[in-house]
C-alpha cells in the first residue's frame, strides 16, 4: 500500500551528544516527489538530520518517520525503503565497482541482485569502469559508485549528504541530472548541500540551520524574496518613455523606484503578488520589456541571513 502523508516527516526531533546540541528539536514535513535541500553552515546539524532519518543515530528528543514508518520502532522497514549517501561514502577501495555493489546488494535481500546492479551501474553510468577498483577512479566516479550504491534497492526516499561535494561542475551537472531523473521515477530526496546555485537549481524549497537550529524554511524565491527584500529589476530596450514611468509610479505596492538608462530597479511589497500588475502596467505603456527579474539569488538570501544572525548574537552578547 502507499503511504498517503509525507514521505520524511521530523516531529520535534533532536540530537544532542553529550551537552552538545546537534539539532534543536525539528518540525519538517516533506510531501512525496519533492526534493528538499538542508543547508547550513559547517556544524548546522545537517548530517545529524539525514543520520536520524537513515537510522544511523537515534534521535534523542521526538521521532522521525520515513514513507510512516518510525525511524526508532521499525528502523528495519525504513533502511528497506531509504538510499542513503553518506557524507563520507566508504568503499572497498581494493574491490571493484561491481563487487562493492555485490556487498551492499546482499545486505538487501533482493529478487534478483544481478539485475538490480546492473540496472543501478547503468543509471548511474559505471557499466564501462564495472570491473574496476574502486580505489583506482577519480571523485566523480567514486561519487558516481555511491549513487549506485544508494539506489541499488530501488529506495522511494533518498538521503544525500553533500552529493555533489567536490566534483568538477561538469561531474556536478551529471549529478544534478542524475537526482532530478530519480525524482522523475517516483523517489522523494533530502539532500544536505554548502552548493547554494545548485540548490536554487534543483531544490523545491530548502531549509537553513544553523547552530542546530532552523531559520528559514521555504521554496528558493520565497527566500529569496523574504531576505532581499522583493527587490525586482526591470530591464527596457531604450529609455523609459513618460507614460513608461508613469505606470511604474502607478503600481500598487511599489517604492523605492530607481530609473537606470535602460529601464528600473523598484521594491514591491510582495513580488510574486504584485509583479504581473507591473508588468500589465508596463504592456499598458507599451514598454519594451527585455526582462524582469528578481534581484539576487539563493546565495545572496543566505549570506543577509547570516549576517543578520552574527549581528543578533553580538547585540545579545553585548546585553
Ligand atoms: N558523533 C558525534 N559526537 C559528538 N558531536 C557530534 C557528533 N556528530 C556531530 N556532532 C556535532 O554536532 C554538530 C552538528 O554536526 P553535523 O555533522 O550535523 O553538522 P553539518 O551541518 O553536517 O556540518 P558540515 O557542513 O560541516 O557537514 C557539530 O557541532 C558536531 O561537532
Ligand atoms: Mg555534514
Redesign the pocket.
Known sequence: MTHAGPAIELDRAGRT??D?V??RPLDLAIPPGEIFGLL??????????L?ILATL?RPTTGTARILGHDVVTAAMDVRRRVGVMP?KPSLYERLTVRDNLVFWADAHTLPDTRAAIASALAFVGLEARADDRVGQLSKGWRQRVALARAIVHRPRVLLL??PSSGLDPSAAAAMERMIRALVADGATVLM?T?RLAEAERICDRVAI?RH?ELLELGTPRQLRARLLGNVVNVELAGPPTLPVRRAVEATPAISDVRWLPGGFACRLEDADRDTPALIAGLVHAEAQIVSVVQAGDLESAYLELMARTAREDELEAAA
Open positions: 551528544f553529550g552538545r546537534a539539532l547550513g553552515p559547517n556544524g548546522s546539524g545537517k548530517t545529524t538530520t543520520r543515530i557524507e549528504d553533500e544536505n554548502h540551520l542546530g
